[in-house]
């Protein structure tokens, strides 16, 4: 089996900034493609930033200069690093992964998502 656990999330004043991380565990194989998506309320889920299995990093337009994220591969962690955060950042933000796990000697690919973690940014 393979978890991955977010944490991070919490209230935050406009224009303040917040750090999610997201860790993958369990039985790994290699973490491919790993990234962060986010839902606000009564819309799509969106990708926000992600690393491509090629380790080139996209980020949504709406964070460019606002947000980062960044991986360590040691740790099957990656992070995100959110400034300037604005009210339009509210949101669940989830992690995600493309990930080849292994049970026994089978080796399979797979897309895994986190639980989620809250972004609400008010004053």
């Known amino acids: 089996q393979v978890q991955l656990v977010e944490s991070g999330g919490g209230l935050v004043q406009p224009g303040g900034s917040l750090r999610l991380s997201c860790t993958a565990s369990?039985?790994?194989?290699?973490?491919?493609?790993m990234g962060w998506s986010r839902q606000a309320p009564g819309k799509e889920r969106e990708l926000v930033a992600g690393?491509?299995?090629?380790?080139?990093?996209n980020y949504a337009d709406s964070v460019k200069g606002r947000f980062t994220i960044s991986r360590d591969n040691a740790k099957n962690t990656v992070y995100l690093q959110m400034n300037s955060l604005t009210p339009e950042d509210t949101a669940i933000y989830y992690c995600?992964?493309?990930?080849?796990?292994?049970?026994?000697?089978?080796?399979?690919?797979?897309?895994?998502w986190g639980q989620g973690t809250q972004v609400t940014v008010s004053s």
């Open positions: 995600n992964a493309d990930i080849t796990a292994y049970a026994g000697s089978l080796y399979f690919s797979g897309d895994y």
């Open positions: 369990g039985s790994i194989s290699r973490v491919n493609a």
């Open positions: 690393f491509s299995a090629g380790g080139a990093t």
